[in-house]
């Protein structure tokens, strides 16, 4: 809370009221569109004044980005604006997306970088580049806390109804491991978010959610799920970023190590992990 209120303050002291109005917008957005807040035109305002950028987020994945009484939270939103405060840059504020969108809202300039908990892979690194890594992770099965069912191994998830958020690391999973294997392309079941996966897993409607392990273990805390075994991905996240603009990724990677050196990146992980 105080670190939020912190950056908001160093915000508001940065820069004048119309810019204000938009990332007042921007943190308060009600999720999904994410359109009203345009790109934030990184380099374009003006010779005297620093650059301003806008990130996209999709909240529903604790502890790295959730919405807590309306108000956008989490490591990755703390982290981000720590790591943009080490910059020449200044933050323009948050947009909100479903997780699958935020690619092709990066590339549309709508915003002009993702911190999602987005996992460093091939396949997006063609569409787009990532800082250095800052966080790592597996996927993990989560099953209902109850349960007659612990499945200990992929193979066991034969003929179940799984869940996964669209567009993630976790979806595939299943769709390269499972799907067509042990399950059939009806078994799976893709959620525009986790929240609505962890819900009908709770529900009965999807037997085990495949989801990073930081997330799984934040579920479990709250609610009566828990993880029945990992699945190893050596996962790596990084913030993304346009493949053109070099010079914001080089901006947040120096960033990311000021963060590091100062000890500012093991508060936040004491904060939100409590590690
Ligand atoms: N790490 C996974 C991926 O990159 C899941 C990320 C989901 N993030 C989110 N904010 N919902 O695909």
């Known amino acids: 809370m105080s670190d939020r209120s912190l950056s908001r303050r160093q915000y508001l002291t940065s820069v004048g009221g119309a810019a204000v109005t938009l990332s007042v917008a921007g943190c308060m957005g009600d999720g999904g569109s994410g359109s009203g807040d345009g790109g934030g035109g990184s380099g374009s ?6 650059p301003s950028i806008t ?26 604006e720590a790591v943009v405060s080490e910059t020449e ?35 997006r690194d063609e569409t ?15 099953v209902r806390e109850d349960g007659d069912f612990s499945p200990g191994s992929l193979s066991d998830l034969a003929d179940r109804p799984i869940g996964a958020q669209k567009g993630t690391t976790g979806e595939g999973v299943v769709q390269d491991e499972l799907v067509g ?15 609505l996966a962890i ?17 799984a273990e ?4 709250n609610r009566p799920v828990e993880i029945a075994f990992v699945y190893e991905t050596g996962e790596k996240f990084g913030f993304g970023v346009r493949t053109d603009d070099d010079e914001l990724t080089s901006a947040l990677n120096s960033g990311l190590s000021a963060v590091r050196e100062s000890g ?5 992980t004491q904060k939100w992990f409590g590690e």
């Open 45 to 50: 305002t003006g010779t005297e004044q620093a």
């Open 199 to 215: 819900q009908d897993l709770q529900n009965g409607n999807v037997d085990a959610v495949v989801i990073d392990v930081p997330v």
């Open 128 to 142: 787009i580049d990532f800082t250095d890594p800052y966080y790592s992770s597996d996927q993990a099965i989560v």
């Open 55 to 80: 990130a996209g987020t999709a909240p529903g994945f604790p502890p790295f980005e959730m919405k807590e009484g309306g108000e956008l939270v989490g490591f990755d939103i703390d982290l981000f």
């Open 264 to 268: 500012r990146y093991e508060e936040l």
């Open 181 to 195: 294997d042990e399950i059939t392309q009806n078994q799976y079941n893709a959620y525009d978010n986790y929240v």
């Open 89 to 123: 840059y200044q933050f323009d504020g948050w947009s909100e997306f479903e997780f699958d969108s935020l690619i092709p809202a990066l590339t549309n300039n709508n915003i002009d970088a993702i911190a999602a908990g987005m996992t460093i892979n091939e396949k």
């Open 218 to 221: 934040t579920f479990a805390k």
